[in-house]
T-cell receptor, first 114, second 115 residues
Framework: AQSVTQPDIHITVSEGASLELRCNYS??????LFWYVQSPGQGLQLLLK??????LVQGIKGFEAEFKRSQSSFNLRKPSVHWSDAAEYFC????????????FGKGTTLSVSS | GAVVSQHPSRVICKSGTSVKIECRSL??????MFWYRQFPKKSLMLMAT?????????EQGVEKDKFLINHASLTLSTLTVTSAHPEDSSFYIC???????????FGEGSWLTVV
């Protein structure tokens, strides 16, 4: 079955510290991979995506993610967290053919302490 | 980048009434649109997939007679919540995909409150 697992429900990080949010997936074929961020009451904002090529993907707001096929993982990282990064983060996977919806993980809530 | 617009962004309706949410792709033709529902502090749950000109494909457990989805044109899909109940109150998000690409674009979401 296709699924996305985000093992950490809630993470608190000190401002300026590094961040890693975990994402593991189960998919029948090589998927497309995404990370989205959602602020309270808002829609989704795409942080980055992986389709092919370099397995280290750079995104907006200083985020990056690394696709590791052997571990079925697509972890999100940021070297220095800002208070404005506090939000809900969703990992998602999608098929390589058009017409297939993204499957989302349950999300990780990021809190930033000063 | 491509833009997907949802309207209304917030709506309050009375129990028993119907409410329609629109999802428009503003600068591309969306052959496929997806509708999600999100409960507070929860993930996005796929409700249905609609292809232009075809009947929507609903996910298991989603009442197709209650959540009517129409995708009559390549730029517009609508979700109508019929005979709304308070438990239908939720955040509904649409996304759209063009035939020529694999990227899926999300709307800003619509808050529905049924009183």
């Amino acid at each position: 079955a296709q699924s996305v697992t985000q093992p950490d429900i809630h993470i608190t990080v000190s401002e300026g510290a590094s961040l890693e949010l975990r994402c593991n997936y189960s998919y029948g074929a090589t998927p497309y991979l995404f990370w989205y961020v959602q602020s309270p009451g808002q829609g989704l904002q795409l942080l980055l995506k992986y389709f092919s090529g370099d397995t280290l993907v750079q995104g907006i707001k200083g985020f990056e993610a690394e696709f590791k096929r052997s571990q079925s993982s697509f972890n999100l990282r940021k070297p220095s967290v800002h208070w404005s990064d506090a939000a809900e983060y969703f990992c998602a996977v999608g098929a390589r053919q058009a017409g297939t919806a993204l499957i989302f993980g349950k999300g990780t809530t990021l809190s930033v302490s000063s | 980048g491509a833009v997907v617009s949802q309207h209304p962004s917030r709506v309050i309706c009375k129990s028993g009434t119907s409410v329609k949410i629109e999802c428009r792709s503003l600068d591309f033709q969306a052959t496929t649109m997806f509708w999600y529902r999100q409960f507070p502090k929860k993930s996005l749950m796929l409700m249905a997939t609609s292809n232009e000109g075809s009947k929507a494909t609903y996910e298991q457990g989603v009442e197709k007679d209650k959540f009517l989805i129409n995708h009559a044109s390549l730029t517009l899909s609508t979700l109508t919540v019929t005979s709304a109940h308070p438990e239908d109150s939720s955040f509904y998000i649409c996304s759209a995909q063009q035939a020529s690409g694999n990227t899926i674009y999300f709307g800003e979401g619509s808050w529905l409150t049924v009183v």
